[in-house]
């Protein structure tokens, strides 16, 4: 009994008949267009008077709605909104953008149909109803105080027992037209999600975009964890390296103080430059990335410094290399670099070839493991990120421990996805 009494009356059901009576409002405009085509048809001036017109001059204005819906695709995520908010459907079943296809917009023009025609039903019975209702309630009392000449009755209802069953009638009026609203809320959030849900191509879409978006996050990821990765690095190695010889070698100590310094203000840019992504989309104004014909030599110079003996044969014109290829052959040097520092240690002696080879540029870091582990417990993502970015130009990139060396080897297309 709680169940159907919620059912009637329970917050949802309230929601759902306020939904229909927004429909009912939505449906009048159609109305009132319906009563200029029915009036003059009819030869009737007042359409209002007569009840079965104004049914025709509804039944008119319903195919109006469904071209006005049809014709607009903004109706579907407008409608889409409403359900969501008031007929408890679940976001994820509806669609929310525009609908783009035909079968999207058909679908969403026969959900405002029925939408306008159960409203406008239930929004006439609730304007209907409820005074009737009430006069069956008061009737006993009106015939009770002012006797029958107070309240004339039809002559089929003019018995003794009609005051007394009037109340009952009045109460079974209330309680259907609650039923009918409650009915008719069910049937829409049934059918919401198969008129209002995505479509295939908006599936499509929405994937599509989420792909696009963890492409970025994972584009950032990488920049985040070679720059600033790399410059902690770098920099807690020559901060090492530096107090070791802080009284035997000043010279030294001067060279390291100045690379900290040149590393940490080229990584604040650089930092700010993937937050300005964060923040603008494609941060304009802020500091561009670094490549391999603008900043290998400043590279070179701050890994040498941290005490890192790096012999680099670079047998390519780094400027006559596509600018994404270079940008993205920086970070993969970096990369390599900055494992050596990390798991080899200062004072090692790294070998760095770039050339190119059938149409590839090849990239080749080589340092002694001489006992040390590969790689430190919970790393890995520089590698995987050096992975992810020559799949992303269609090159393979190579890494692992053979004859005493970890050797890191990338071969990228000159011409290619990127």
């Known amino acids: 009994m709680s169940e159907f009494v919620r059912f009637l ?36 001036r007042y359409v209002f008077n007569d009840l079965a017109l104004q049914l025709l001059s509804f039944a008119v204005g319903l195919p109006l709605a469904t071209l ?13 909104g409403a359900v969501r908010s008031l007929c408890g459907v679940e976001a994820g079943l509806l669609a929310r953008g525009p609908a783009r296809s035909r079968a999207a917009r058909g679908r969403a023009a026969a959900w405002f149909t029925l939408h306008l025609g159960f409203g406008g039903i239930i929004s006439g019975m609730s304007l209907a109803v409820p005074p009737f209702a009430g006069f069956l309630t008061a009737l006993p009392l009106l015939v009770w105080a002012g006797g029958s000449e107070f309240v004339e009755l039809p002559g089929a209802l003019d018995r003794p027992w009609v005051p007394a069953l009037a109340p009952v009638a009045g109460v079974a009026t209330m309680l259907a037209l609650a039923g009918c609203a409650a009915g008719c809320g069910a049937l829409l959030a049934r059918w919401a999600p198969v008129l209002l849900g995505p479509t295939p191509e908006d599936r499509l879409a929405v994937a599509e975009a989420r792909a696009a978006d963890l492409a970025v ?3 950032l990821a990488r920049e985040l964890h070679d720059s600033v990765g790399h410059a902690l690095s770098a920099v807690t190695l020559q901060a090492s390296a530096a107090r070791r010889v802080l009284d035997s070698d000043p010279e030294f100590v001067r060279e390291a103080l100045a690379a900290i310094e040149d590393t940490t203000r080229r990584t604040v ?11 603008d989309g494609d941060a304009p104004g802020t500091a561009p990335a670094p490549t391999l014909a603008a900043d ?8 040498r410094a941290s005490g890192l003996r790096v012999t680099a044969t670079v047998g390519v014109e780094p400027d006559a290399l596509p600018p994404v290829l270079s940008r993205e ?12 520092l990390k798991h080899a240690g200062d004072r090692t002696a790294v070998t760095l070839r770039i050339e190119i080879a059938d149409g590839h540029l090849e990239i080749t870091v080589e340092n002694p493991v001489d006992g040390a582990p590969a790689c430190r417990p919970g790393g890995g993502h520089g590698l995987r990120g050096v992975a992810e970015r020559a799949r992303l130009l269609g090159g393979t990139a190579r890494a692992g421990a053979a004859r005493g060396a ?13």
């Open 9 to 44: 009356f329970g917050r949802r059901a309230r929601r759902r008949w306020i939904h229909l009576i927004l429909g009912g409002a939505l449906a009048m405009p159609y109305v009132f267009v319906g009563q200029l085509v029915v009036g003059p048809a009819t030869d009737s």
């Open 217 to 219: 996050r994972n584009r």
């Open 296 to 303: 290998l030599a400043d590279l070179l110079r701050r890994t």
């Open 329 to 340: 052959a920086y970070r993969i040097v970096q990369e390599g670099l900055s494992n050596a």
């Open 406 to 418: 970890w050797r890191l080897h990338v071969r990228l297309p000159m011409k290619g996805p990127a």
């Open 269 to 279: 840019g650089e930092l700010d430059a993937v937050l300005g992504v964060l923040r």
């Open 68 to 80: 006005t819906a049809a014709v607009f695709p903004l109706t579907r995520p407008l409608e889409a």
